[in-house]
């Protein structure tokens, strides 16, 4: 099954949205965000999906944040899942390398990760809004309201 192309928009909990609140998302989501920055032979060769969207689901796509966040002729992960995985169609492929979020992205994944940590451990009431939603939403997920002041 061949991932979608990006959404129009990145959702609403993207980590790489400017807007989105911080520490929504487990520390591992965050820390995966960082190596997409490097030189294309050092970076991971998997591709970032949405999470809106449990792993196995039919409707998984690209993260609309990363194909915006990052130069698609630069992803390793583009070339293995076009070239050797085949997780993606040529359109698909093309639909990441020409993709322009319409909403303001962080420059780079490491400071996405960067916003998404500040408040990881005491995440302020919007932040909480959205794991509420996320947890009604994937079920492949153990999201967790972290204890403390709201």
Known sequence: MALLPPSRTPCGACPYRRDVPSGIWDETDYAKLPPYDRPTPEQPVRLFQCHLYDAEDSRGRICGGWAGCHDGNGLLALRVALIISREITPET?????????????????????????????????QARREIEKIQRIRTDLACEIPEGEF
């Open 93 to 125: 492929e093309r639909a990441i390398r020409e993709y322009e979020s319409p909403v303001p992205l962080f420059a780079s994944g490491a400071e996405a990760a960067a916003h998404g940590m500040r408040e990881l451990e005491n995440p302020g009431p």
